[in-house]
């Protein structure tokens, strides 16, 4: 992979310091959104690491994984679904829990966004502990799907998020 492609990638990744909390450094991807060289360029790559995979749709996680996965979705021709906090579908659900540093999240997806045996990409502009990543995966496995991988933008990779997924195939585009 060309470092080029990669690092003008980089360059409109913004660093928001102490957002949403004192401590954390936010990724803010709404640069590279607003730089269609650069937001194209996540697609083709994205594209190019899973066009000789099969697969039939593409999960993506609420919401920043809305843009990146419906996009990649509609440019592969597969399907798109959301998978969301909970409370927000409005057919019927499950849902996996999964902890955070104080806590619990969630996920749901619909009972019916799965069919038994259909093969699934989870995308998100982000990886940090995994976490997420991982209830969205539980979801699918338990509605009969198989999980063929994860792909995000950014990897926060200090955190271990790759290790918490493992031996879900994870796939990143610029880390941390
Ligand atoms: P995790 O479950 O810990 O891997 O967190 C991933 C989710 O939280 C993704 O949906 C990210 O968009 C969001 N997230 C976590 N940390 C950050 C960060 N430092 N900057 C931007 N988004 C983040």
């Known amino acids: 992979m060309s470092d080029d492609r990669l690092d003008a990638i980089r360059d409109v990744i913004r660093d928001v310091p102490d957002f949403p909390k004192p401590g954390i450094m936010f990724k803010d991807i709404t640069p590279l959104l607003a730089d269609p060289r650069a937001f194209n360029l996540c697609l ?5 690491r899973y066009d000789a995979v099969p697969f039939d749709a593409i999960v993506g996680i609420e919401s920043r994984g809305f843009i990146f996965g419906a996009a990649l979705a509609s440019r592969m021709r597969k ?5 969301r906090k909970p409370g927000k579908l409005p057919a019927q659900t499950y849902q996996v829990e999964y902890e955070l540093e104080y806590g619990t999240d969630a996920v749901e ?8 045996g259909e093969r699934a990409l989870i995308v998100d502009d982000l990886i940090a502990t995994g976490g997420t990543a991982w209830a969205t995966g ?3 496995r338990r509605l009969g799907g198989e999980v063929i991988g994860a792909a995000f933008v950014v990897e926060l990779s200090f955190l271990k998020g790759r290790e918490r997924l493992a ?5 990143s585009l610029v880390d941390y």
């Open 44 to 48: 083709d790559l994205m594209a190019e």
């Open 79 to 83: 399907a798109f679904v959301p998978a």
């Open 109 to 116: 997806m619909h009972k019916d966004a799965i069919t038994q």
């Open 138 to 140: 539980e979801l699918i």
């Open 167 to 171: 031996p879900m195939d994870t796939f």
